[in-house]
């Protein structure tokens, strides 16, 4: 039978931005290096270019995403399977910015499958635990002639201003939907659940270990790659809708998230039962078990569908990263 599985960190060296420390201290680890900022957590999905940097070793060695291959009805469950596949539909990191990253958005699927041959897109959602700016959503229309102009002058200004800036603070959840222009500021240290996808839309790399002019622009040209790109304004009714206190239950994301990942917040005050299903918990504060694991803050496991509702005990706070509901 399948059991749960806690998860050593899974740190891609040598990104683009800094980071690492917060990551590390959450787990209880040694400091991490400079560049270290992404902990890629259960991740069936490798870094763009790469085949096998950024999937999930299993502490017996193998690799989860053959793993679940091998058994995708007891990782995933009869129903996942005839609405997905074997397709976790998921991906959650721990993200330490070290630094303001680059000013990018994310294409649909729509756009990954016709132009670059994805599954996915890669809309994504954050869920605040140290708080700062984070900046979402453009406050002015912008036409692709003036983008495209910001983009080649690499007017780094320009385009950070044309963004709302937004405070965050911890226990707040962002939505960022595809082709949504935003940047991380540095300081924040967050939860990310995502699509299962490494694609970005670099419009900015100015001070960056990156080559922008080669890679930003996901190998179909500026041109092409903007069309991914949302050009209209946000406005503070919307920003409303994305950016928000998570509270707690079952589904604490904006509705827009619901049919692409979800994202469950529990305190664990004694005995806590949570739905069984494919998962990924995070173990935000305190120290609880799960059935026989010993679990800390900064724990994080991967649960199999198969190994049933998750039994939780102890004093503490978790959140549980899952695939779309899907129809009852």
Same mark, same amino acid.
């Given at each position: ?165 937004? &405070?965050?603070?911890?226990?707040? =959840? *962002?939505?960022?939907? %595809? /082709?949504? $222009?935003?940047?991380? @500021?540095? +300081?924040?240290? !967050? ?104 679990? &800390?803050?900064?724990?994080?496991? =991967? *649960?199999?569908?198969? %190994? /049933?509702? $998750?039994?939780?005990? @102890?004093? +503490?706070?978790? !959140? ?9």
């Amino acid at each position: 039978m399948l059991e749960p599985v806690v998860l050593p960190s899974n740190r891609p060296p040598e990104r683009f931005y800094r980071g690492g420390p917060r990551s590390a201290e959450f787990r209880g680890e040694p400091d991490a290096p400079e560049r270290e900022p992404e902990d890629w957590i259960a991740s069936t999905t490798p870094l763009a270019g790469e085949t096998a940097l950024g999937l999930t070793t299993l502490p017996d060695g193998r690799v989860l995403a053959d793993a679940i291959a091998a058994d995708p009805e007891g990782w995933l469950g009869a129903r996942h399977l005839a609405r997905h596949g074997a397709d976790t539909m998921l991906l959650v990191k721990l993200l330490d910015a070290g630094q303001r990253l680059p000013v990018h958005a994310h294409p649909d699927g729509e756009w990954a499958r016709q132009h670059v041959g994805r599954a996915h897109g890669k809309a994504e959602a954050w869920f605040i635990l140290r708080g700062g700016t984070v900046h979402l959503g453009l406050r002015r229309e912008l036409g692709v002639a003036e983008l495209r102009a910001l983009v080649d002058a690499q007017d780094t200004d320009a385009l950070l201003d044309a963004l709302h800036p937004v &405070a965050v603070a911890p226990g707040d =959840v *962002v939505f960022v939907p %595809a /082709g949504v $222009l935003h940047a991380i @500021g540095e +300081g924040v240290f !967050l939860v990310e659940v995502q699509e299962p996808e490494d694609l970005s839309i670099l419009l900015e790399w100015r001070g960056f270990e990156l080559d922008g002019e080669r890679d930003g622009h996901l190998g179909v040209g500026f041109d092409a790659a903007l069309g991914a790109v949302e050009m209209r304004t946000r406005t503070a009714e919307e920003l409303a809708g994305l950016v928000r206190p998570a509270g707690f239950g079952a589904s604490v994301l904006p509705a827009g998230a619901d049919p692409l990942f979800r994202l469950e917040r529990a305190t664990v005050d004694g005995d806590v039962e949570l739905e069984a299903g494919f998962a990924i918990l995070i173990v935000t504060e305190g120290a609880m078990r799960l059935g026989a694991l010993d679990l &800390a803050r900064g724990s994080t496991v =991967v *649960v199999p569908h198969a %190994a /049933g509702p $998750l039994a939780l005990s @102890g004093r +503490g706070e978790v !959140l549980v990263a899952r695939p779309p509901a899907g129809p009852a």
